[in-house]
Nanobody, 125 residues
Framework: QLQAYGGGLVQPGGSLRLSCAASGFTLEHYYMGWFRQAPGKEREGVSYISSTGITTSYASSVRGRFTISRDNHKNTVSLQMNSLKPNDTATYYC????????????????????WGQGTLVTVSS
């Protein structure tokens, strides 16, 4: 089971740190991803991290502002979000991959096996 937390209301330009905790299995064997879904829009891949944390990828819309990381000892994955914009408003989901590495399809939902319940991020003044 995955549980994402850390969302909330933040002003434009602010920061939030999302975390995802796993229970019942060990995250270190899997790549992980963060997705988001805004009202009326499709779910989109935001960021990806390989099982070791060596490889990361970002959607162009968040590159340079968001940073994904993982702590395999604590069985958690995090997403540091800086310089937040109103169009970052969405429910954010963490997802567990199906192996240690994902290729160019990291942003596609079928590449993930388990999903957390999501945490809402609202960027507004």
């Amino acid at each position: 089971q995955l549980q994402a937390y850390g969302g909330g209301l933040v002003q434009p330009g602010g920061s939030l740190r999302l975390s995802c905790a796993a229970s019942g299995f060990t995250l270190e064997h899997y790549y992980m991803g963060w997705f988001r879904q805004a009202p009326g829009k499709e779910r989109e891949g935001v960021s990806y991290i390989s099982s070791t944390g060596i490889t990361t990828s970002y959607a162009s819309s968040v590159r340079g502002r968001f940073t994904i990381s993982r702590d395999n000892h604590k069985n958690t994955v995090s997403l540091q979000m800086n310089s937040l914009k109103p169009n970052d408003t969405a429910t954010y989901y963490c997802a567990r991959g199906i192996s240690r590495l994902c290729g160019d399809r990291w942003f596609q939902a079928p590449e993930y096996a388990d999903w957390g319940q999501g945490t809402l991020v609202t960027v507004s003044s």
